[in-house]
């Protein structure tokens, strides 16, 4: 009998194995060989600084983040020292600018390697090193929005690379800047900056090398100079996210004495930074950094004793009584702890120094009975002493 085959209506009638929709890597256990061979970290491109996974910089706008890593990038191309860290090898650098057109980081590149007094030798090398990769007028995204949820945008980071490695040249340090023109927007915040997160593991997968953002500070947290991991913009994710988080801050001429020793010039401004979040390298202080120009430089910290670092709170809280005093305004304790961010000093620091001041007669409780009261500063003089009537 001709025809089609007969076939077993049982067989029929077992599903197809669906197609598979990932890749997924071995289950297959490692060899004990194996296991000697790996390592706790990432590579190292700048030893006890910079590794190769994910870098998150925060900084409030205006105070010279991407000048900053613009010199850093002119330090590791020609293996100078990093904030007291020395590359592993010179290094390569790409900055993907979405914000300043090329010609400008330029031009700022170019002032940094004359301030710097480079030979002619030194800038070539530089210059090949450091690309900047200019992407303001194009609406390129490195997460987008599928199906509502917020995924990597796989086809740009792959034209992306494709782009970057096509002359055979591989970047060890890759900075976008900034984050929130990268990402789907702050109307979903959480969502975007972890979309931004897995779109650089994504690349650091793919070139072994550190994946940093640029990202802005919030407002308040630029208004009280924290400098916790969580000081940027927006939600937690990005912090939480990336394995390096280096947090920028500016820093007032008072605050900068009291904490290097050494006094601003009328030309120079003082940056203090904060390795908040450093997973593959033990936590250390924060750093100092002077700039005068397109000059940048480390100052060590002012080794201070708890005795001293108490004086300067008490000082800087008297001085800003007897000030705020002269120009007819009063502070309750209470009311100093809104005005944290103005003396430099957390909620903590303000109420010990208030008792200092009340215990040594420097200042007083001061006011009517049953009315609000308010600390009044009490000018030097032998056998004054301040008295306490507690405080509404």
Same mark, same amino acid.
């Given at each position: 009998?001709?025809?089609?085959?007969?076939?077993?209506?049982?067989?029929?009638?077992?599903?197809?194995?669906?197609?598979?929709?990932?890749?997924?890597?071995?289950?297959?256990?490692?060899?004990?060989?194996?296991?000697?061979?790996?390592?706790?970290?990432?590579?190292?491109?700048?030893?006890?600084?910079?590794?190769?996974?994910?870098?998150?910089?925060?900084?409030?706008?205006?105070?010279?983040?991407?000048?900053?890593?613009? $010199?850093e990038a002119m330090q590791l191309a020609l293996r100078r020292?990093?904030?007291?860290?020395?590359?592993?090898?010179?290094?390569?650098?790409?900055?993907?600018?979405?914000?300043?057109?090329?010609?400008?980081?330029?031009?700022?590149?170019?002032?940094?390697?004359?301030?710097?007094?480079?030979?002619?030798?030194?800038?070539?090398?530089?210059?090949?090193?450091?690309?900047?990769?200019?992407?303001?007028?194009?609406?390129?995204?490195?997460?987008?929005? +599928?199906?509502?949820?917020?995924?990597?945008?796989?086809?740009?980071?792959?034209?992306?690379?494709?782009?970057?490695?096509?002359a055979g040249w591989v970047p060890d340090w890759m900075i976008?800047?900034?984050?929130?023109?990268?990402?789907?927007?702050?109307?979903?915040?959480?969502?975007?900056?972890?979309?931004?997160?897995?779109?650089?593991?994504?690349?650091?997968?793919?070139?072994?090398?550190?994946?940093?953002?640029?990202?802005?500070?919030?407002?308040?947290?630029?208004?009280?100079?924290?400098?916790?991991?969580?000081?940027?913009?927006?939600?937690?994710?990005?912090?939480?996210?990336?394995?390096?988080?280096?947090?920028?801050?500016?820093?007032?001429?008072?605050?900068?004495?009291?904490?290097?020793?050494?006094?601003?010039?009328?030309?120079?401004?003082?940056?203090?930074?904060?390795?908040?979040?450093?997973?593959?390298?033990?936590?250390?202080?924060?750093?100092?950094?002077?700039?005068?120009?397109?000059? $940048?430089?480390? +100052?060590?910290?002012?080794?201070?004793?708890?005795?001293?670092?108490?004086?300067?709170?008490?000082?800087?809280?008297?001085?800003?009584?007897?000030?705020?005093?002269?120009?007819?305004?009063?502070?309750?304790?209470?009311?100093?702890?809104?005005?944290?961010?103005?003396?430099?000093?957390?909620?903590?620091?303000?109420?010990?120094?208030?008792?200092?001041?009340?215990?040594?007669?420097?200042?007083?409780?001061?006011g009517l009975p049953g009315k609000k009261t308010h600390l009044?500063?009490?000018?030097?003089?032998?056998?004054? +002493?301040?008295? $306490?009537?507690?405080?509404?």
């Amino acid at each position: 009998m001709s025809g089609r085959p007969l076939v077993d209506i049982d067989t029929i009638a077992q599903p197809l194995s669906p197609p598979r929709l990932f890749d997924f890597p071995s289950l297959a256990p490692p060899s004990l060989a194996d296991l000697d061979e790996l390592s706790l970290t990432p590579r190292a491109i700048v030893p006890g600084l910079l590794f190769a996974d994910l870098r998150l910089r925060i900084a409030p706008g205006g105070v010279g983040k991407t000048t900053l890593a613009l $010199f850093e990038a002119m330090q590791l191309a020609l293996r100078r020292p990093l904030w007291g860290h020395w590359p592993a090898a010179p290094g390569n650098t790409v900055i993907v600018s979405r914000e300043d057109p090329r010609g400008i980081l330029l031009a700022r590149l170019r002032e940094l390697m004359t301030h710097a007094e480079l030979s002619d030798t030194e800038r070539a090398e530089v210059l090949q090193r450091v690309r900047i990769l200019d992407l303001s007028s194009l609406n390129f995204r490195l997460a987008a929005v +599928v199906d509502d949820v917020v995924l990597p945008n796989r086809p740009a980071i792959e034209d992306l690379l494709q782009h970057i490695t096509a002359a055979g040249w591989v970047p060890d340090w890759m900075i976008f800047d900034p984050a929130v023109s990268l990402g789907v927007g702050e109307t979903r915040v959480n969502d975007s900056e972890q979309g931004l997160i897995e779109a650089g593991r994504l690349i650091r997968n793919e070139l072994s090398c550190c994946v940093e953002f640029i990202h802005h500070s919030g407002k308040q947290n630029a208004r009280e100079s924290t400098l916790d991991q969580y000081s940027g913009r927006g939600g937690s994710a990005f912090a939480d996210g990336a394995r390096m988080v280096a947090v920028l801050q500016p820093q007032s001429r008072e605050a900068w004495q009291q904490a290097t020793g050494q006094p601003l010039g009328e030309a120079e401004t003082g940056l203090v930074m904060a390795l908040a979040k450093t997973s593959y390298s033990p936590p250390c202080d924060p750093l100092y950094i002077r700039r005068n120009g397109w000059h $940048f430089e480390q +100052v060590g910290a002012c080794p201070m004793s708890p005795e001293r670092s108490q004086a300067a709170a008490d000082e800087q809280v008297l001085q800003f009584l007897t000030y705020e005093a002269s120009q007819g305004r009063r502070y309750s304790q209470r009311d100093l702890y809104d005005m944290r961010s103005q003396l430099g000093l957390t909620r903590n620091e303000i109420a010990a120094s208030c008792g200092r001041l009340r215990a040594s007669g420097r200042a007083c409780i001061s006011g009517l009975p049953g009315k609000k009261t308010h600390l009044e500063p009490v000018p030097p003089g032998p056998g004054q +002493v301040g008295e $306490f009537r507690g405080e509404n």
